[in-house]
């Protein structure tokens, strides 16, 4: 059934465009109109009132690892190195131990509704979740309705060997993942996601490549996190993650390069030269201590940049409404110049930056783009009066003020309520089964730390 949305106070088409008291016109998954829409069309959409309302392009969140959904708000005092081995390696722990040796995947169905339900209720259509267990995670999403990229995570060296695969076992299960869903599901995609060059081999690395282009995908990368990371690499290859991916020919329009926080400009002239997109973590490179990125300068060189909550261990959230508003603000303070960042560039990064990056025909309400959306109630004090609508929803809005979700022409949320499972029932499930499973894991992880 089509859906119109009727008389919006405002539709924000992009950070640049925005009409008042307007139409939006959807059907068969894609935007039909925008403006003042015909009678004869009203009679047969299911109608939404869009007065008091903006509508918006759906947010899209271009990094995450959705199984730290079950570890918020653990550590915040310690750096990326000694946080992996104090909070990620036990709960990676149990989930290789349950999935590999046990065939459960329970854990997986869980956080990824769990974080599906979060992201739709703060307006995030679209998410890119790198991880290796990702089948649980594909029904998931399927279930709940979200659209997804699945980076399937692979790696072959530095972490812990209790946590590492045969090498091949690693390739092979990717790219059965990979051929098993790259065409299963129209709002489902796959990327390679080799981890990050610390944790990858050059065999890894360039079988990475290759298979992508052969399977006719893309893939996504950590680069230049931290300080670490540039010295790990600087020893082992001559170069820096940035220039050891351009080397090997990684670099390019689909590959999606995260973090990219210690960057120099020859550096920022590769990504953009190679049109490489960056998908840029503002609050996970803050509470991990590993920096700030040179966003403003990738920006006027052109390249694209994407935003991403990261994992929710290192952000506690999915909040894309609070990563959009670290992006406009904490450049302006490190710059100390508050015109280095507008509004406008941070709602373009959280939108059509975020679509360009993913590679979908999102990210901007214009006619035969899918109708992926949300729509704000403005109708809140802290968002009163709206002098400036993009300046009001980054600098003031909050994801609770969503009150409807669009994904594909569906109505995945509406008013405040998700429609498309009992959301109660799978949220209390899930944190119930988070909670024992990661006691599980620092059990277990225990065990292994105190073997030689």
């Known amino acids: 059934m089509p859906i119109l949305i009727e008389q919006a106070d405002y539709v924000v088409r992009d950070a640049l465009r925005v009409e008042r008291n307007v139409d939006v016109l959807i059907e068969n998954e894609r935007i039909v109109a925008v403006g003042q829409v015909a009678r004869e069309a009203r009679g047969k959409a299911q109608v939404l009132d869009g007065r008091g309302r ?25 750096g990326l190195v000694e946080w992996c081995d104090r909070t990620l390696y036990p709960m990676a722990h149990v989930i290789h131990q349950e999935q590999r040796k046990q065939g459960i995947e329970t854990g997986g169905e869980h956080w990824a509704t769990l974080s599906a339900l979060e992201m739709i209720h703060g307006g995030v259509t679209c998410c890119v979740d790198m991880n290796m267990n990702m089948d649980a995670v594909f029904r998931a999403w399927q279930r709940v309705g979200i659209r997804g990229v699945g980076a399937l995570g692979i790696a072959d060296r530095w972490i812990p060997e209790v946590l590492r695969r045969d090498p091949a076992t690693t390739r092979a299960e990717a790219t059965r993942l990979a051929l098993a869903w790259r065409n299963a599901h129209p709002r489902i995609q796959v990327v390679l996601a080799p981890s990050t060059p610390f944790l990858c081999s050059r065999e ?44 090997l020919g990684i670099l390019g329009r689909r590959t999606m390069a995260v973090h990219c926080v210690h960057v120099s400009e020859h550096e920022i002239d590769l990504l953009a030269e190679t049109g490489t997109p960056v998908v840029h973590c503002p609050k996970s490179n803050l509470k991990l201590g590993s920096g700030i990125a040179p966003v403003p300068k990738m920006l006027a060189r052109g390249v694209t940049v994407a935003l991403a909550a990261d994992g929710a261990a290192s952000n506690d959230s999915l909040d894309l409404f609070e990563e959009t508003r670290f992006a406009a603000l904490i450049h302006k303070g490190v710059a100390e110049n508050p015109m280095v960042m507008t509004a406008r560039q941070a709602f373009q990064m959280a939108t059509e930056g975020g679509a360009r990056a993913v590679g979908i025909d999102a990210g ?25 609508i993009v300046n009001t929803l980054v600098y003031c809005a909050k994801a609770s003020d969503v009150e ?19 959301e109660t029932a799978a949220r209390h499930a899930a944190a119930q089964y988070g909670a024992e499973m990661y006691a599980r894991g620092v059990k277990m992880w225990s065990e292994v730390a105190k073997k030689p």
């Open 54 to 78: 903006a509508v918006i392009p759906g947010l899209i969140n271009a990094h995450s690892h959705l199984y730290q959904n079950f570890l918020k708000g653990l550590r915040d005092d310690v």
């Open 204 to 247: 890894l690395l360039e079988w990475a490549r290759d298979t992508a282009a052969d399977l006719g995908i893309g893939l996504q990368i950590h680069l230049a996190e931290t300080r670490y990371e540039i010295e790990n690499v600087r020893q082992e290859t001559g170069l820096t993650p940035v220039a050891y991916a351009h080397r």
């Open 364 to 388: 901007v309400i214009d006619p035969g783009k899918l109708a992926d959306l949300a729509l704000i109630n403005l109708d809140r004090p802290h968002l009163l009066p709206a002098h400036d």
């Open 404 to 422: 409807t979700t669009i994904i594909g022409g569906e109505i995945v949320m509406r008013d405040g309520k998700v429609t498309t499972l009992d």
